[in-house]
């Protein structure tokens, strides 16, 4: 019997053990969540492309050097790396602030924008540059004139300005390109589309068939013009082509503003160039990649600095964040050196 009950203590107690073990963490996780919802502030995260790049390069020239001068290569490129950190702390190297913009319908990514272009405004100085790698097809009229009028701040507070398009910069994505001090497009990368388009489908005579009405009731004149139920007056259709004509007049001077050289009235079709016709035409300043563009400003000595907004993830997300973060740091901080030992041993 006692052999029994000290069975079952131990059971119950291992029992209890794991449920209270569960409940601690699903206590955690709807913390965590609780937090989610009522922050939803995102993470900065600030990547040194110059830095990556000039690791990455020196492995490649340690591994096409031939076995028996490897040693003497890693030496002389600490040596070399040594001398470029103390020409750097001794002087203000300038800095290229590299920002993505990748535009869907809604550029969606405006909000993100909008809050790098505040941080940046309050940290740029003399000789500093922001990149802008932008892509986008365009879409609706009010979510990319938000998107151009947060680059718009840039130029109004006198930053450096340069905009790289290597895909696409089409309608609504060239509103926001245009703002930019510097243009530069990749040769195959879609560039203008300085129109508007809508279209609206209109089911009025398949409903007429089957005998349904529909009434739409309105107070205003012109406060429905075109509809997908009711019956489409030709005055409805003239007031909506003249509104997209209204807004494709303020389009072409918002583009025409901020390139003053551009024939807008030769552009402004609707039309589409490739970058290299894009250039002929004065809508872009220059032709190349931003990859190109970058490492030649990372020749000029420049720091070149990668921000960006993400969405924070949960607490066991954050958790294991927490933990690679600090391997990642202690990694890097004897990976030259363990680097040059792996080749000095060859």
């Given at each position: 019997?006692?052999?029994?009950?000290?069975?079952?203590?131990?059971?119950?107690?291992?029992?209890?053990?794991?449920?209270?073990?569960?409940?601690?963490?699903?206590?955690?996780?709807?913390?965590?969540?609780?937090?989610g919802?009522?922050?939803?502030?995102?993470k900065?995260?600030?990547?040194?492309?110059?830095?990556?790049?000039?690791?990455?390069?020196?492995?490649?020239?340690l591994?096409?050097?031939?076995?028996?001068?490897?040693?003497?290569?890693?030496?002389?490129?600490?040596?070399?790396?040594?001398?470029?950190?103390?020409?750097?702390?001794s002087?203000?190297?300038?800095?290229?602030?590299?920002l993505?913009?990748?535009?869907?319908?809604?550029?969606?990514?405006?909000?993100?924008l909008?809050?790098?272009v505040?941080?940046?405004l309050?940290?740029?100085?003399?000789?500093?540059?922001?990149?802008?790698?932008?892509?986008?097809?365009?879409?609706?009229?009010?979510?990319?004139?938000?998107?151009?009028?947060?680059?718009?701040?840039?130029?109004?507070?006198?930053?450096?300005?340069?905009?790289c398009?290597?895909?696409?910069?089409?309608?609504?994505?060239y509103?926001?390109?245009?703002c930019?001090?510097?243009?530069?497009?990749?040769?195959?990368?879609?560039?203008?589309?300085?129109?508007?388009?809508?279209?609206?489908?209109?089911?009025?005579?398949?409903?007429?068939?089957?005998?349904?009405?529909?009434?739409?009731?309105?107070?205003?004149?012109?406060?429905?013009?075109?509809?997908?139920?009711?019956?489409?007056?030709?005055?409805?259709?003239?007031?909506?082509?003249?509104?997209?004509?209204?807004?494709?007049?303020?389009?072409?001077?918002?583009?025409?503003?901020?390139?003053?050289?551009?024939?807008?009235?030769?552009v402004?079709?609707?039309?589409?160039?490739?970058?290299?016709?894009?250039?002929?035409?004065g809508?872009?300043?220059a032709?190349?990649?931003?990859?190109?563009?970058?490492?030649?400003?990372?020749?000029?000595?420049?720091?070149?600095?990668?921000?960006?907004?993400?969405?924070?993830?949960?607490?066991l997300?954050r958790?294991?964040?927490?933990?690679?973060?600090?391997?990642?740091?202690?990694?890097?901080?004897?990976?030259?050196?363990?680097?040059?030992?792996?080749?000095?041993?060859?």
């Amino acid at each position: 019997m006692i052999e029994w009950l000290a069975e079952y203590g131990l059971f119950l107690a291992k029992t209890v053990t794991l449920v209270v073990a569960i409940g601690i963490i699903l206590a955690l996780m709807a913390h965590g969540r609780r937090r989610g919802r009522g922050d939803n502030e995102a993470k900065l995260t600030v990547t040194e492309l110059d830095e990556r790049f000039q690791r990455r390069s020196r492995r490649l020239r340690l591994a096409a050097e031939p076995k028996a001068r490897r040693r003497q290569l890693a030496k002389r490129l600490r040596k070399a790396a040594k001398q470029a950190d103390k020409q750097g702390a001794s002087q203000d190297s300038e800095r290229v602030w590299v920002l993505d913009f990748d535009g869907d319908l809604k550029a969606s990514g405006t909000p993100a924008l909008a809050e790098l272009v505040s941080l940046l405004l309050e940290e740029l100085r003399d000789g500093d540059e922001i990149v802008l790698r932008l892509q986008s097809g365009g879409g609706l009229v009010h979510s990319y004139g938000l998107a151009a009028a947060q680059l718009d701040r840039l130029r109004d507070a006198g930053a450096r300005l340069t905009v790289c398009v290597d895909k696409v910069a089409a309608s609504g994505g060239y509103m926001m390109a245009c703002c930019a001090n510097h243009l530069i497009a990749a040769p195959f990368a879609v560039i203008g589309s300085i129109g508007v388009v809508a279209q609206i489908p209109n089911v009025h005579r398949l409903l007429k068939r089957h005998d349904v009405d529909v009434e739409l009731l309105t107070a205003g004149r012109y406060k429905r013009t075109l509809t997908v139920l009711g019956e489409n007056s030709e005055e409805g259709r003239t007031k909506f082509i003249e509104d997209l004509e209204s807004t494709h007049d303020l389009f072409k001077r918002y583009v025409a503003a901020r390139r003053p050289s551009l024939d807008i009235e030769r552009v402004a079709t609707g039309e589409i160039w490739y970058g290299s016709e894009a250039l002929e035409a004065g809508l872009v300043d220059a032709v190349g990649t931003s990859d190109a563009y970058l490492l030649r400003r990372q020749g000029d000595r420049a720091r070149i600095l990668k921000v960006s907004l993400a969405s924070r993830p949960g607490l066991l997300g954050r958790l294991g964040k927490g933990v690679e973060g600090g391997m990642e740091n202690c990694i890097d901080r004897v990976l030259q050196r363990v680097d040059d030992l792996r080749w000095e041993r060859r």
